[in-house]
């Protein structure tokens, strides 16, 4: 310390601060990474070769491929997240409906007209069952 050369370990705090922003850096870009693994495979207009070919510029070279992929193909990325997730997102409704068992009047008023055409109900409790369908 003679020598007058201060580093940032000889303050604690300083030194704290330091390590935190690595921890930071480090898993921001382990987030990174998997985001772009993750689009590379989400991506359904890339052929199956130029998937290989990203991952292994994005394995073998982390820093030069993941660099390189978001300033190459970055710009789709927000398009497929948003896609994936709108798709996840009808999934889970078309889900919820058939658990549910909600169906459309017009599917109602079919399986009812089904019914009628196999001779089950009268066109009097037809009438009466659409009526209530559809009131």
Do not use: C
Request: hydrophobic share 50%; no cysteine.
């Amino acid at each position: 310390m003679s020598n007058g050369v201060y580093l940032a370990y000889d303050y604690p705090v300083l030194g704290a601060f330091w390590t935190a922003m690595w921890v930071f850096i480090w898993v921001l870009w382990l987030v990174l990474l998997f985001r772009i693994i993750a689009d590379i495979f989400r991506d359904d207009d890339m052929s199956g070769l130029a998937k290989t070919a990203w991952l292994l510029i994005v394995i073998v070279l982390p820093y030069i491929g993941v660099f390189a992929y978001v300033i190459a193909r970055g710009r789709g990325m927000g398009r497929r997240e948003h896609k994936h997730a709108k798709e996840q997102q009808n999934a889970f409704e078309t889900y919820i409906r058939e658990t549910a068992g909600n169906t459309s009047p017009a599917d109602q008023l079919a399986k009812l007209s089904e019914v009628r055409a196999r001779g089950d109900i009268s066109d009097e409790e037809f009438q009466r069952a659409k009526a209530k369908i559809l009131g």
